[in-house]
């Protein structure tokens, strides 16, 4: 145990024994070995691991915002450890690639010896899901049977103990709630945000209006625009419609939190917000590329076996492109968008606020 | 003309007073410059260069198509051709990574000052569209307006003539027809593969039939997933069928198209039909990645603007997501696949025609 | 001027007209258009396009820093907008994928036309060059003449005022020379670093010597790579020995910057000390990129020409894998890295010190 | 052994057990568990899956190739299984980005603890390093001792037997060497080549002289360039010399395997020729890509340990750099392009030869 110092062997270290021993062909054993069989196995292999990097990653952000309260130089490891996840998912994409090169002939030399192993029993990739924050039954489901029905039971009771937990988006909602600077002294930010959205709307439709060089189909598409843009808002300055759409499943990110993540977004120079803010910004990035990675996913499997049924015995192509729609977790914050207003008619926050924002350091280099 | 060694410097060579020289920012115009929006005009400009090599490469190919008889060296120019199209495609899926370094608020800047351009004008990206084969009835159109209207009258007559004439699926469909090996003397391809279908089919019926080491569960998988298959292959037997389901648009490529298309596939190992293999491959993976790229644009676009409308007074996100779906132009040769059996169900070429398909030059290396 | 809503069309707003019609193919001037010739051109429009945003984004990051003070919040737009260059830069070397697809045989058709054209005539390129800091008698020639003797009167002047000013390096060598944290009343971060890497140097050392389980040879080795790490920190704690090599051109940052860079990467985790570690990585990303684009162009060139003289002049590849060797400019950045400690070695910041480090809201959410 | 649809569940058929039972952390056995060893557990693992995988393709295709004759048939198997190879090659380098979200501080948490494991004792690498060619007297060595000293005696027996045996480079030259066409009834064609180079010098040079519209420096530039072109092709004119230079390991590839190369690359649009020529080119593709991955790697050693030696004892950084430049196996490859002709003057083949390169099915779809 106090060993430190005593030696090891690469071969040791990574165990590839288990490793470089863990790849056996069932086409040989049919005694018909299948050349591309080998890939199938080792790419999957490559997926299961990273994986592993990823739930690992994942895991200690949720730790970090599992207490209650996260410091604020924690936020900067969040960030890393997300940044980390997005360069990994970017790879899991790009090397979809790889699988392309086997072929839909060379793939039927040792199809029909996998049954009915498939993805759709990757207890890791389940867990990313869930921890992540898909809900059971916001799954598209492509059988009659539970998602969770391929697993023993110890997996499905973890599944089920990990789906009545938080997941990172409980945690990141629940965090985003408890932001303090909504309500600062005088300075309520929604109803100077409302007012600022009343300003910007009324000064662009007067500027419309009195546009005399342009046609009446531009003034229309304008006016459309702009009609559209207000009923965004309307939303947001509307508590109990925010909340009925939650209710449907509409929406799925509180009011409060939701509020916090635009003021976030819009106050984002200031010293304190821009960790919270890339952070935000890191969450819609890995969002982003499972989406990335479902789509391409569909694609290769189109590809690989056309409409034939998958050997997990869904519809393969169809599933997984309804599930690259509706598996987003963070789609709420990619929406932050449409709440944005320019920075020209962004509320001035109170001296006092700015100061409590900055560093103790105020003596800039 | 003839001063074939006459000096040339970079910057006269390339233009580059003009190419650098065609950034003006409107929002700079208005006296409230955006730092952002260079790299908005750059990015779209650089996108525009990128389309202009993608058609005249694939003008090229067009040509070599549109002559009646294909030469067995030029499939191999058009293979290299739409290789570097795929190249440049997937630089043009990468680069969105560029783009969403502006962030949302830093669009706002200047959005305002750019309506109504939008990418919908792009004459480029239509013009490819059309070249590769989408047909105008099949466009998801955003508005009422024809896709055509935000052009020039030169333009929109430009598009219908492209329209009207050969695309590059219609130049690959009759190509295809031309296949002479359908039926070599007494050898019938398609006699021959059903034969070897239903030889298929039968040995794996009663293999599962005989299996008692399997669950009753697992048998009903398989004999789903046989009759499944079986289902696409009566496809494939029957014309009629076949040309009802193109007639209704469920299908595009022809019928004597499609079984040249799988016979290629088969029977690629054979010299003679290695190229033309690759060549399908190739089409393939330009109309994937540009479904990739639609797909990457959509989520691109719903980061920025959520679900404003955009400029071009399209919902945007909506509109390139159902684009994606639905404006793939070769999606009969990814399907090809469905169709596939396993070589050792291949039927034998004749002596013959294996030699016709090899090349004259036959003591190998 | 303030027709802020007056419409614009794509076309117009990109310039489209220069851009698209940019183009002349030299080879069909004389009678022999070469297809490949136009990928040629573009690439190259592509490439200096980029190039002129990078150019806008670093001149950005510049002028923030070229004040004196760099206020807290403009050092997080500084990395976003390193943070594009980069990934602009990662663009770049993977489209030399998209050149590749011209071989060596085609490029031959029209190469004889462009004498002397070549990329040494890029002045953007060297304008990036001399912005980062590369300094003329640093530069590798590749001929007997200067390196700015291929351009205009006029671009030679700017390029000289570009040398004489200051660079991205000098500014940030400048800013780093002003960390204020470095003597924090009685804590001298220096002076508690020496006592900690003496204590870790000691505490490896004993370990070694009192471990009865390893071998000799092995006790060897790690008795080399401590006399080895003792050497790194011996020059980090002897400012005439810094400055003796600085002056032999073996290192570039000043001693009091030097010192200041590693206590950014050492106390990171300071909430005021997270975005400065961030810029400096970023700068060494850029770094690192341009390194990773000198070595992919010249294996390109040296496949597409062998050892044929460049058009320029040059012999193509010797030249750029040399400047990918020795035109770094932030090396020193990243060789801090030689002189990091563990963590559980770092010295304790004075609590004063840590406060001034953090936020004025200091109650963490 | 029959059993060919007994079922498989997706655990088992992966061993995921194995695989994902494979990580202890080094520094959790010493109570002090460092997040990121997981990570550099992991990405090591992933590349060692790769390089079985690549292996697995490599050997494959040398097997094709061992046989004294290669079936044409087997050259567009040998393509795939190449640029297989250099997809998983692209990844591994990119992936590099990843280990890159290790900073250089995190990894000094674990790093004591791994000695002297380190990459050189990667078995496989060696493994494909030889595979392709690399000879132990060209290796560079970073100690006093054989590269091979790390490994277990088996293990190195492998090594010396896999050295002695014939690599992927042997194969190719003897298969080069086999070529039958560069003598073909009369015509012989490196007296032709030879033959078009003059009049191609010869042409160029009186263009030279009689162009009055060019500056005298301008004419000297291309006065050198052809004085230089002229040497190369010296040296492909004169055997004895080429032999010489072999003989001082200058150029590897023998003198009837480089004209062999040479005649595939000018005469690569006949049918064919295809093949051959795209073989050649992937096994460019292949050499550069793990050039690439040298300089990429040695670039992140620098970043993540600066001057700091390695765990394997080696100066990291200088190691890797230098094996960048000499490591390479089909540099004379790379070369070919040297010696290539412009199109206009190659040199006709006998309509004979064209034939016999051409298809039995000769009439053209």
Known sequence: MDKEL???????????????GAQHLRSAGFNKPAHDEMLFIIVHQVYELWFKEILHDLGSVMELFSDGTVEESQIGVAISRLDRIAKIQKILVDQIDIIETMTPLDFLDFRNYLLPASGFQSFQFRQLEVSLGL?????????QCSYSGVFSEEEQHKLEQLESGNSMFDLVEKWLERTPFLQFEAFDFLEEYKKSVSKMLLREEQAIEGADYISEQEKQLRVNMLRDTNSYFSGIFDKDMHEKKVAEGKLKLSYKATISA???????????????????????????????????????VLRTLGQKIGTGGSSGYDYLKITAETHSVFYDLHNISTLLIPRSFLPELPKELKKKLNFNYSKDR
């Open 262 to 300: 635009l003021l976030i977004n819009l106050y984002r120079d200031e010293p304190l917000l821009r960790q919270p803010f890339m952070f935000l910004q890191k969450l819609v990035d890995v969002d982003e590329l499972l989406t990335t990675w479902r789509n391409r996913h569909a694609q290769m």
């Open 6 to 20: 005593s030696s090891i062997h690469y071969d040791q270290y990574l165990q590839l024994q288990k490793i470089l």
């Open 135 to 143: 809900k059971r039954e916001r799954r598209v489901s492509y059988t």
